[in-house]
């Protein structure tokens, strides 16, 4: 079963990129950003305990992020591999992934970091606060401390995946067909 983690930092294409390349590889395309945005519109009890976090920019708690994606990943039994996208984003998060996946005797393929520097992060993200009505986009400060907060806690996993032999990266600076290409070459040779 293929198992791949899309990483990187805030605004480097991962959902972009996953939503591309789910079809091609047949892969279920889970995002805990966006499971964490559809319960925040339903105002459901978890979208309310994580709206706080997500509006400053800051992780949600792990244990209720760990909860939420292993209940997805169930939701899913036939599934021939899955792309998660913005998980996991600390080391509990990386081990609890690894201890739940070896439940069921299935590993991760590979983890691939997009590559982009702030700068047009931050454009980026501007850009789409003014239609996408993300409370996390709508000013550089938010935006900063999303970097922050991935520098801290999000890219010491470089070197857990390193160890494991399983950390890539790839540009991700371009047009998405071009991303995609340098992602189906990596993949494929995986
Ligand atoms: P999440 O939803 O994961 O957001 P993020 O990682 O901060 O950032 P994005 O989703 O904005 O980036 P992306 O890499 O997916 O880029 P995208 O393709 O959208 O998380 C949001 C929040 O939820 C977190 O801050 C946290 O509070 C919480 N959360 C989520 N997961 C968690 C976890 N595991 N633990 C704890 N808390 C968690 O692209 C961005 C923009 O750029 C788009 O407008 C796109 O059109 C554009 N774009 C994409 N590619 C290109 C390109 N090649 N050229 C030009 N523009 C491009
Ligand atoms: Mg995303």
């Known amino acids: 079963m293929k198992i ?13 990129q996953a939503a591309l390349l789910k079809e091609h590889y047949n892969l279920v395309h889970i995002s805990t950003g966006d499971l964490f945005r559809y319960n925040i519109k339903n105002k459901t009890p978890l979208g309310i305990l994580a709206q706080s976090y997500i509006d400053g920019g800051d992780l949600v708690p792990d244990q209720v992020t760990i909860d939420m994606l292993e209940a997805e990943v169930q939701k899913n039994p036939n599934a021939a591999g899955f792309i998660f996208d913005g ?30 520097s702030d700068d047009v992060l931050v454009e980026r993200l501007l850009k789409r606060g003014e239609t996408s009505g993300r409370s996390d986009d709508q000013d550089e400060v938010k935006i900063r401390n999303r970097f922050e907060e991935y520098k801290q806690k999000t890219a010491p996993l470089k070197s857990y995946y390193q160890q494991q032999n399983k950390f890539h990266s790839v540009d991700g600076i371009g ?3 071009e991303i995609s290409e340098r992602l189906t070459q990596l993949i494929d040779s995986i």
């Open 4 to 16: 791949l983690v899309f990483f990187g930092k805030p605004g480097a294409g991962k959902g972009t």
């Open 87 to 116: 998980f996991p984003r600390t080391q509990a998060q990386a081990e609890a992934l690894d201890i739940f996946l070896a439940k069921q005797n299935l590993n991760i393929s590979a983890t691939v970091a997009l590559e982009a």
């Open 175 to 177: 047009t998405l067909e």
